[in-house]
């Protein structure tokens, strides 16, 4: 997915690449100006990588190598201002650091805090490489070879899942860059009916209109208070007043007919794509009514949408929505569970398509 939106957002883009032993991130040249990677929607954040082929970090603080790590810190820097930085790192408060921050400072200005700083300087052993030079008597010889180090620097001084219109705090709210990644799985069609069950303070439902035109927007949560957060930060993304003019609703997702009364007319008609963030854990709900919520949310979301409508839902409850999957299989096709990690959760998105 994120490859895609790179190619799509990013066109100018070169040698998009897997990184060796991680699942969870791409590699690839930016000819054109790093402030563009600000753009990624579904991109958790994004990072300068400088390789430094030594053996430790003690020779980061060598003149040529220092002079890369404080390149990659005026490019981020460049991209978005901060005052302060920190190491991720094994050993981040060894004095091979200590040594480091001092020098990094020296050349940038910037204070080194090793809790809160913005600028974030991560250091990892680089990939394993196998070195396989060819025929000695006849085998051919692998051996590994030292990997050397990278060090990232995170461009800007906030992940881009810290969205700009997020404005009011909810517990419980989604991760704006899973978010992204619920609006996408959806498929994203400029015709599409767009509604958003238990919207909290409305974060699918702003990743899905910012990501690609809709023909209407409706967000329902039975909270108040969490309409009234899902209103200011549409409002702060500019959704609100531009088409498709997007409702909020007060309603119970899990009773169909509450709902259907609710939101026909302002989705005018029956939705197309129905986002779902069920509750979790006891924020706003409770393990025990994880089944009775989810089951119920299935059951409304059919009723309130069109022949071959999807369904996304992002839920933590994982064992209790893959019961009430197979349950509700007169309704919904599953079509995939994708596992994702959220701040130490491994919530699931589950892709169902209306039958
Ligand atoms: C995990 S939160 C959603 C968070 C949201 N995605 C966000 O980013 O802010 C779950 C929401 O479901 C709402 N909710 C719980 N039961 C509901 C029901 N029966 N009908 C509608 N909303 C409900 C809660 O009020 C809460 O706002």
């Given at each position: 997915?994120?490859?895609?939106?790179?190619?799509?957002?990013l066109?100018?883009?070169?040698?998009?690449r897997?990184?060796?032993?991680?699942?969870?991130?791409?590699?690839?040249?930016?000819?054109?100006?790093?402030?563009?990677?600000?753009?990624?929607?579904?991109?958790?954040?994004?990072?300068?990588?400088?390789?430094?082929?030594?053996?430790?970090?003690?020779?980061?603080a060598?003149?040529?190598?220092l002079?890369?790590?404080v390149?990659a810190?005026?490019?981020s820097l460049r991209?978005?201002g901060?005052?302060?930085?920190?190491?991720?790192?094994?050993?981040?408060?060894?004095?091979?650091?200590?040594?480091?921050?001092?020098?990094?400072?020296?050349?940038?200005?910037?204070?080194h805090?090793?809790?809160?700083?913005?600028?974030?300087?991560?250091?990892?052993?680089?990939?394993?490489?196998?070195?396989?030079?060819g025929?000695?008597?006849?085998?051919?010889?692998?051996?590994?070879?030292?990997?050397?180090w990278?060090?990232?620097?995170?461009?800007?001084?906030r992940?881009?899942s810290?969205?700009?219109?997020?404005?009011?705090?909810?517990?419980?709210?989604?991760?704006?860059?899973?978010?992204?990644?619920?609006?996408?799985?959806?498929g994203?069609r400029?015709?599409?009916?767009?509604?958003?069950l238990?919207?909290?303070?409305?974060?699918l439902?702003?990743?899905r209109?910012?990501?690609a035109?809709?023909?209407?927007?409706?967000?329902?949560?039975?909270?108040?208070?969490?309409?009234?957060?899902?209103?200011?930060?549409?409002?702060?993304?500019?959704?609100?007043?531009?088409?498709?003019r997007?409702?909020l609703?007060?309603?119970?997702?899990?009773?169909?007919?509450?709902?259907?009364?609710?939101?026909?007319?302002?989705?005018?008609?029956?939705?197309?794509?129905?986002?779902?963030?069920?509750?979790?854990?006891?924020?706003?709900?409770?393990?025990?009514?994880a089944?009775?919520?989810?089951?119920?949310?299935?059951?409304?979301?059919?009723?309130?949408?069109?022949p071959?409508?999807?369904l996304?839902?992002?839920?933590?409850e994982?064992?209790?929505?893959?019961?009430?999957?197979?349950?509700?299989?007169?309704?919904?096709?599953?079509?995939?569970?994708?596992?994702?990690?959220?701040?130490?959760?491994?919530?699931?998105?589950?892709?169902?398509?209306?039958?």
């Amino acid at each position: 997915m994120l490859v895609d939106e790179v190619a799509a957002t990013l066109p100018a883009v070169r040698g998009v690449r897997d990184v060796p032993g991680r699942d969870d991130a791409v590699a690839l040249a930016l000819p054109g100006p790093l402030a563009e990677v600000a753009a990624l929607r579904t991109a958790v954040a994004a990072w300068v990588v400088v390789h430094l082929d030594v053996p430790r970090p003690k020779s980061f603080a060598s003149p040529e190598h220092l002079r890369r790590i404080v390149d990659a810190v005026y490019a981020s820097l460049r991209v978005a201002g901060s005052s302060t930085f920190r190491f991720e790192a094994a050993g981040a408060d060894s004095a091979v650091f200590a040594r480091l921050a001092g020098l990094l400072h020296e050349a940038t200005g910037l204070q080194h805090d090793p809790d809160a700083g913005d600028l974030v300087v991560r250091v990892r052993r680089g990939a394993r490489r196998d070195a396989t030079p060819g025929a000695r008597g006849g085998r051919a010889a692998a051996r590994e070879v030292d990997p050397g180090w990278d060090v990232l620097v995170r461009v800007g001084p906030r992940p881009l899942s810290a969205r700009t219109w997020r404005v009011a705090d909810f517990p419980g709210a989604a991760n704006a860059t899973i978010a992204a990644a619920v609006a996408r799985l959806a498929g994203l069609r400029p015709q599409d009916r767009v509604l958003n069950l238990m919207a909290g303070s409305g974060t699918l439902l702003v990743e899905r209109l910012l990501a690609a035109p809709a023909a209407a927007g409706v967000g329902v949560d039975l909270d108040a208070a969490a309409l009234d957060a899902a209103r200011a930060n549409l409002e702060a993304a500019r959704l609100l007043a531009r088409p498709p003019r997007p409702v909020l609703v007060r309603a119970d997702a899990t009773d169909a007919d509450a709902l259907r009364a609710a939101v026909t007319e302002p989705l005018g008609g029956a939705a197309d794509v129905v986002l779902a963030d069920p509750p979790w854990g006891t924020l706003h709900g409770s393990h025990a009514d994880a089944p009775r919520l989810h089951a119920g949310l299935l059951r409304a979301a059919h009723a309130v949408s069109a022949p071959g409508a999807r369904l996304v839902v992002l839920t933590h409850e994982v064992k209790v929505m893959e019961r009430v999957v197979r349950d509700a299989a007169d309704l919904w096709v599953p079509r995939s569970a994708t596992r994702v990690f959220a701040k130490g959760h491994h919530p699931r998105i589950h892709v169902l398509d209306r039958r």
